[in-house]
């Protein structure tokens, strides 16, 4: 089943649940029509951020869209006229009011600035067409490091549920590249122990938990995690299967599937990928008892800070970092626990409640809106 496929169906099953009349249900169902990067896969984005969004109750919808380039390909000259190109198409379908763009896989701040210059050529300087940016053109504090941080207070807010500490468990960290190293600095600072990582440049471990500052200063100075002193080798296909409390898969979509679901021997997965657990695997790993906590939750913490950025852009009136990271920790903690309200009144886990408290709120303002297919 590919990502589109399991988008609507937990999508579906949300709505079985909410006794969605069929005419709101099939209104929510329109898909983006723009997108040619892989139509099932940023069809299924751009319902997981619709969801997203509702999900932590910030005021923005959901959208998706790319370039089919790779742009480890591309020089720095290239990616600019390209991004450049990209925008003077689009500048009319994007705007503060209507669509924000915010960095992606491939995209960092710099791809942010190009669309934000190029865009003000055609209607005038606008800081918040793009969240994301350089802190010197208007960016916010803290956006670099969101998703990794927003990661783990929604780790910690689970934990709490089950009277647990991230400073007693032991964590495996599925990608290393900003979601993964964040997340995995945050925790070894709350004195959790990070027992392997992995990225495309191969996987680590050490039962003694990883020096994750030492490991962060390794990469940067070779671009890999191997030959890092303070762990050993390890085959990267085992990284999801290692003996952990928590697993948390920063990397692609369908990295658990059927074939490996019963191998995994962590007790919680945070899903700080999008959909990177397939319907078997979910499916298998909730029989064995694993808790896991859905993308559209989890990983939210990105757009939450887009929508701070985005604040701060439109009243001209920046945050400090504490301020951003106190204010991300109100919304994802607030969020878990309107996502726990869910699953007890309708007696599901929390990926249905995260879907059955996006997809309400949605719904509850089509309704209101008076739109009907």
């Known amino acids: 089943?590919?990502?589109?496929?399991?988008?609507?169906?937990?999508?579906?099953?949300?709505?079985?649940?909410?006794?969605?009349?069929?005419?709101i249900e099939k209104s929510l169902l329109i898909p983006f029509r723009e997108i040619k990067v892989d139509p099932d896969e940023v069809n299924a984005l751009a319902q997981l951020m619709t969801w997203k969004t509702?999900?932590?109750?910030?005021?923005?919808?959901?959208?998706?869209?790319?370039?089919?380039?790779?742009?480890?390909?591309?020089?720095?000259?290239e990616l600019e006229r390209l991004t450049r190109v990209f925008t003077q198409k689009i500048h009319d379908l994007i705007g503060v009011n209507t669509d924000v763009p915010a960095p992606d896989m491939g995209t960092n701040a710099q791809t942010m600035a190009w669309i934000l210059d190029e865009y003000s050529k055609f209607h005038g300087h606008s800081p918040a067409i793009v969240t994301g940016k350089p802190i010197d053109l208007g960016g916010s504090l803290g956006r670099e490091a969101a998703t990794g941080r927003g990661v783990v207070y929604a780790t910690e807010a689970l934990l709490a549920e089950y009277g647990k500490?991230?400073?007693?468990l032991t964590f495996a960290i599925q990608g290393f590249g900003n979601v993964g190293a964040w997340a995995g600095k945050l925790i070894h600072e709350r004195g959790g122990?990070?027992?392997?990582?992995?990225?495309?440049?191969?996987?680590i471990k050490n039962p003694n938990g990883i020096d994750i500052p030492a490991l962060l200063s390794h990469k940067e100075k070779t671009g890999k995690l191997i030959d890092f002193a303070g762990a050993d080798v390890m085959n990267s296909?085992?990284?999801?299967?290692?003996?952990?409390?928590?697993?948390?898969?920063?990397?692609?979509?369908?990295?658990?599937?059927?074939?490996?679901?019963?191998?995994?021997?962590?007790k919680f997965i945070i899903e700080a990928a999008n959909h990177p657990t397939d319907p078997d695997a979910d499916e298998i790993l909730s029989k064995k008892g694993v808790v896991?906590?859905?993308?559209?939750?989890?990983?939210?913490?990105?757009?939450?800070v887009s929508y701070f950025e985005w604040v701060q852009n439109i009243?001209?009136?920046?945050?400090?970092?504490?301020?951003?990271?106190?204010?991300l920790k109100k919304y994802m903690t607030r969020a878990f626990h309107n996502l726990k309200g869910m699953c007890h009144s309708h007696n599901c886990n929390l990926r249905m409640g995260a879907f059955t408290l996006g997809v309400n709120r949605v719904a509850r303002a089509t309704q209101l809106r008076g739109w009907e297919a």
């Not at 500490?165 to 007693?168: A, F, L």
């Open 54 to 77: 509702a999900v932590t109750d910030i005021p923005y919808g959901g959208a998706k869209g790319g370039i089919g380039c790779n742009p480890k390909d591309l020089s720095v000259s």
């Open 292 to 304: 896991i906590l859905p993308d559209i939750y989890a990983n939210a913490g990105g757009v939450t």
């Open 165 to 168: 500490h991230v400073r007693d």
């Open 315 to 327: 009243q001209g009136f920046m945050w400090d970092e504490e301020k951003v990271n106190r204010e």
């Open 193 to 203: 122990k990070v027992v392997a990582v992995s990225d495309i440049t191969g996987a």
């Open 1 to 23: 089943m590919n990502a589109l496929a399991a988008t609507n169906r937990n999508f579906r099953q949300a709505a079985r649940i909410l006794g969605l009349d069929s005419k």
């Open 237 to 266: 296909d085992e990284l999801l299967m290692h003996e952990c409390d928590v697993l948390i898969p920063c990397a692609l979509g369908g990295v658990l599937n059927r074939e490996n679901a019963n191998n995994v021997k962590a």
